[in-house]
């Protein structure tokens, strides 16, 4: 069994997030309004920033209230800079967006990504299974990356639609990437997208270790708040993601982070805070493609932990004694959970044949907050369908066990454990969050052969709210 955790280079390229207030539910967009500038002195100004301090790459979410024409292919084979070229080829470019984020791409010398709509022409067909909307046009939700020189190079149509009545799913997947001098292939995804194999996973399967992610992302405890599942997915997939989400208390949409396999530069605004953009930093290491990776493939080792708990199936203690189940509803899933009631145990509780075991114990005895560890597998139907296997450590929302699986942000119980999952695909998301929307790094990530997945994490600074093994199971999404 071999660690996921690669050791740290010393030098790598800067990446910046910034997120902005968006206006939400237009399905109407007509002509470019005065409200459409407002974010573009502060992004200015951030972008000056850090231009001074020679940073490399950009993130940005920010308020665009009408479709753009996104000329891509003329873009990419004649090298136009939109900063340069207001007239392209007799059609007139009045996207005052698009010049105005060239030119801050060339002016402060950065790579920008940035995400908007794109409006783009459909031709009619008589054909009953054309994918042409009726109006004769595309409405996509789009993300644009350019250059230091202000050129387009990259844009990507996200395939995965959340209730967006606005907006159209490109007629194929699009698989996009664009290449950097500092920092070799970036990839471009947009929010839902990241719960699905296509294009997220085909990215990381063609070698891209960089992934950049705008979202509008509803936070939803306890397994898949923003910043957690972002982490998660870093961690899970072993890439860098540069995730920036909009600020909407009203929708809960809060949460942007820069992540690494070792790392985690994240922002996670609460309800009452300030309004405004958070500007995130952090220097990540250029992650080598999969096949120059020291280590080659996985492997299997007998690991000890401090604190005085083992790996399955190479401890002397017999297997864990069977404890009480119940049903609770977690996320609309119907999860079967086993209450931690004691001051250290080895649980097993299992869905089906889907089975997860935990070792835990409690850093404080007179802890007095109720805890489960649940086990789920099978079809998640509710505002999206997707098939999933999941263990989870959680807190409870009071004291009684129907109140486990509830959204609970505080914590005060604080334990060591060891959380295992027997699962039937290679793609787990591990996660660990504490009190008040802290993230923490698992001591250990752990992948056998036979589908065996372990976090392991002690000391643990704040309370925990949520570990968690979320596991996709891409390949049954569609029975």
């Not at 002195?41 to 024409?69: E, H």
């Not at 046009?137 to 606005?166: C, I, M, P």
Request: contains cysteine; proline residues 7%.
């Amino acid at each position: 069994m071999r660690s996921r955790q690669p050791v740290q280079p010393s030098r790598g390229p800067r990446s910046w997030c910034f997120q902005k207030m968006v206006f939400m539910g237009l399905t109407s967009l007509g002509h470019p309004s005065l409200v459409t500038w407002k974010p573009f002195p502060t992004l200015r100004r951030r972008a000056g920033i850090r231009a001074r301090s020679r940073k490399d790459t950009t993130t940005l979410r920010f308020t665009i209230i009408y479709l753009d024409f996104v000329m891509a292919r003329k873009l990419y084979s004649h090298n136009i800079s939109l900063c340069l070229n207001l007239i392209i080829f007799d059609y007139v470019c009045d996207s005052k967006v698009l010049q105005r984020l060239s030119c801050m791409a060339r002016r402060n010398n950065l790579y920008l990504v940035a995400n908007m709509p794109d409006l783009q022409p459909c031709p009619l067909k008589t054909s009953p299974s054309s994918t042409c909307p009726p109006d004769g046009r595309w409405q996509f939700n789009t993300n644009v990356a350019f250059r230091s020189d202000g050129l387009l190079v990259a844009r990507y149509h996200k395939h995965n639609l959340y209730f967006e009545a606005s907006c159209d799913t490109p007629p194929e997947p699009e698989i996009i990437t664009f290449d950097t001098p500092f920092a070799g292939k970036f990839g471009l995804f947009i929010c839902f997208d990241i719960l699905f194999h296509d294009p997220t996973v085909l990215l990381v399967q063609r070698g891209v270790r960089q992934l950049i992610f705008p979202t509008a992302w509803m936070n939803q405890l306890p397994l898949l708040d923003s910043i957690q599942f972002q982490q998660a997915f870093s961690l899970g997939a072993n890439v860098t993601l540069l995730a920036v989400n909009i600020r909407n208390d009203r929708l809960i949409m809060t949460g942007s982070g820069i992540y690494t396999p070792f790392s985690a530069t994240y922002h996670h605004a609460r309800k009452g805070d300030p309004e405004e953009g958070r500007l995130l930093v952090a220097r990540v290491p250029v992650l080598e493609p999969p096949e120059v990776e020291a280590g080659g493939g996985e492997s299997t080792i007998s690991v000890a932990t401090d604190s005085g708990y083992c790996y399955q199936d190479n401890c002397d203690d017999p297997p864990p004694p069977s404890y009480p189940t119940f049903i609770s509803s977690m996320m609309y899933d119907t999860f079967t959970f086993v209450l931690l009631n004691e001051t250290q145990g080895d649980v097993k509780v299992c869905n089906g044949t889907f089975c997860c075991r935990l070792q835990y114990r409690w850093l404080l005895q007179d802890h007095k907050e109720l805890y489960a560890v649940g086990a789920f597998a099978g079809i998640h139907t509710v505002n999206g369908r997707y098939a999933l296997q999941v263990c989870a450590v959680v807190r409870c929302g009071g004291l009684d066990q129907s109140s486990c699986g509830q959204e609970v942000e505080e914590a005060e119980s604080k334990m060591d454990f060891l959380l295992e999952g027997n699962f039937e695909t290679k793609y787990v998301y591990p996660s660990i969050l504490t009190s008040r929307l802290v993230l923490e790094q698992p001591e250990s990530l752990q992948k056998a052969p036979d589908g065996r997945v372990t976090i392991k994490h002690s000391n643990t600074k704040g309370g925990l709210v949520t570990a968690c093994l979320y596991g996709r199971m891409y390949h049954l999404d569609n029975e």
